[in-house]
């Protein structure tokens, strides 16, 4: 166990709905990261916050956005979802602002249909 | 672009023998490499990771060499045991960089 939950652990919506994603960091971890995982393909970056901070930014697509709440813990929001937006979405925490070793939660596998 | 490579898809390799995962990457500004094991339905588990300023480093079981000249490193795990078999993540730093770039995994699946 990471320390790191996501919530929920699969969802199933249809095109051109929108869902939120959420992620509890480990305990003292000021710093939220989200990554895309498609069918058979690494993990793509999507956003990093740091206390509160959007402080890098990947490949995410301008219908998703997220933030960092004063609690630390993050939300996701895909919007306008297309099938290829199906994919398992991590989060990951570390404890300072370029943290290496991240650690992950269990996913959230977005099913859209 | 996948500055980071995992040419291998998967690997088979009997309990007690050594197994070997390969990574490239193209960026040389690189500067800290990382491994990740990952179980069906969990989040990927750091495992070991290395500085650009050394060539090796071992923790317990596992092995990682770096190459720099070549831009290669290699995971190397002795002896495999059932309890390995998982999706092992290459993954990359950038100095001063914020997020990790990941190759597409390797299956190891470890035969008894």
């Known amino acids: 166990d990471s320390g790191v939950t996501q919530t929920p652990k699969h969802l199933i919506t249809a095109t051109g709905q929108r869902v939120t994603l959420r992620c509890s960091p480990r305990s003292g971890d000021l710093s939220v990261y989200w990554y895309q995982q498609s069918l058979d393909q690494g993990l793509q970056f999507l956003i990093q916050?740091?206390?509160?901070?959007?402080?890098a930014k990947g490949n995410i697509l301008e219908r998703f956005s997220a933030q960092q709440f004063p609690d630390l813990h993050s939300e996701l929001n895909l919007s306008s979802l297309e099938l290829g937006d199906s994919a398992l979405y991590f989060c990951?925490?570390?404890?300072?602002?370029?943290?290496?070793?991240?650690?992950f939660g269990p996913g959230t596998r977005l099913t859209v249909t | 672009d996948q500055q980071v490579k995992q040419n291998s898809p998967s690997l088979s390799v009997q309990e007690g023998r050594i197994s070997i995962l390969n990574c490239d990457y193209t960026n040389s500004m690189f500067d800290y490499f990382l491994w990740y094991k990952k179980y069906p339905a969990e989040g990927p588990t750091f495992l070991i990771s290395i500085s650009s300023i050394k060539d090796k480093n071992e923790d317990g079981r596992f092995t990682v060499f770096l190459n720099k000249s070549a831009k290669h490193l290699s995971l190397h795990i002795v002896p495999s045991q059932p309890g390995d078999s998982a999706v092992y993540f290459c993954a990359a730093r950038l100095t001063n960089d914020y997020k990790l770039s990941f190759g597409a995994g390797t299956t190891v699946t470890v035969r008894a």
């Open positions: 916050y740091y206390n509160g901070e959007e402080r």
């Open positions: 990951a925490s570390s404890a300072g602002l370029a943290g290496a070793e991240q650690y």
